[in-house]
C-alpha cells in the first residue's frame, strides 16, 4: 500500500463494517455489541489521532492553512464524532443499549459524510503533493503507532 488514500480509505472501511456488525447485533447480542462498540472506539480513537497527529500538520505545514480550509472542518467534525461515542458509551454504561438506534444512526451519516470529504479531498491532495518516500514515511509513522 503506497498511498494515503488506500490505506485511510481501507480503515474507513473496517471502521464502518465494525460499526454495522454493532448496529446489527445491538438488540440480540449486548455482550457482543458492547465489545464491538469497544473495539469500533479503540480503532476510530487510533484513527483520529493518526490524522490528528500525523496527516493534519503534514497538511498545515504544506499548505500554511491552520485555522482554515479542509483540516479545521475535519477537526470541528472530530469532536462531533467524540460527542457521540461519548454519548452511546454512557447509554451502553448505563445499560440502554436498546435505546440508541438515533445515536448510532446520527455517528453512521456524520461519518459517511466525514470519510467521504477525507477520501475525495483531504487523501487525494496529500497523495499528490507527496513525493513516494514522503507518503512512505507518513503511512510508515501511522502503521508504526498502531503497533503501541
Known sequence: MNNV?????????????????????????????VALFHDFMAVLSRHIVWEEEILFPFFEQKTHMHDTGPVAVMRIEHNHIKNYLEKIQNRILAKEINGIDELV????????????KEESILYPWIDRETSDKEREDIISRMKNSSME
Not at 13 to 29: A, M
Open 105 to 116: 444512526c446520527g455517528l453512521m451519516e456524520l461519518l459517511a459524510d466525514h470519510n467521504a
Open 5 to 33: 488514500l488506500e490505506f485511510m480509505g481501507q480503515d474507513h472501511d473496517r471502521l464502518d463494517k465494525i460499526l454495522e456488525e454493532f448496529r446489527c447485533t445491538k438488540n440480540t447480542d449486548v455482550t457482543r455489541a
